[in-house]
């Protein structure tokens, strides 16, 4: 996964993957998490950042697609 163009895609920051980053357990600077994802970093605690920053994106894209489809049903029954 391209994070940082799933980031662009879904109008989020680099502030907003932080915050979501230290929900997780992981304290990191702008300037590291913009090293990891540029690829300029891949150390062993890169790639376990980096995979964690791919599941958010995840579980982000997975809740806007559910919250779609609530809100279709929802738009439905109001018919």
Do not use: P
Not at 2 to 7: G, V
Not at 16 to 37: D, K, P, T
Request: net charge positive.
């Amino acid at each position: 996964m391209d994070i940082s163009k799933f980031l662009d895609a879904h109008k989020l920051t680099g502030q907003w993957l932080i915050a979501q980053l230290r929900m997780v357990g992981y304290e990191i600077s702008s300037s590291f998490l913009s090293r990891i994802l540029s690829g300029e970093r891949n150390s062993d605690y890169a790639q376990e950042v980096r995979a964690a920053a791919a599941n958010i994106c995840r579980r982000y894209e997975k809740s806007m697609d559910e919250r779609s489809a609530n809100d279709a049903k929802a738009i439905q029954n109001d018919r």
